[in-house]
């Protein structure tokens, strides 16, 4: 049986840059189609992470009770205070699972990068956050 997972290899940059045309080419080639050119040029977002469902006073909502005075208290309110448990619930999954494919990609596009590159530039990138920023 064959592979039917295609496999792409990207040459090592080589430290002075000698080859860097043909190593550019290839890396973006790659990066294409394995479906990274986002990360690489810094054009994906960073998908928002829900507020913890654990955090004091979430998904409270908007208060109905006015205090002794009548003045009306700032309602105590998130943004998901429209949403039932069970809607917020799979909100949050969804937003996890959209951040969590983001964290997978962006491994997948560092380690494309990592691999590529001699050590002494690695050294350089490695503390940037993304990879396009690296």
Partial sequence: MSDTKTRYSVPKLISNGSNWVVYKDKFLAVSGAKVLTRFIDGTV??????????????HIPP???TPAGGASPPPMTDMYSHLDD???FKFAETVDKNYDAWVQK???ARALLYESIPDDVYINVRSQPTTAEA
């Fill in 45 to 58: 977002r960073k998908p928002p992470r829900p507020i913890p469902f654990t955090c004091v006073n979430l």
């Fill in 63 to 65: 208060s109905t009770t």
């Fill in 86 to 88: 069970d809607m917020y």
């Fill in 106 to 108: 962006e491994a997948d």
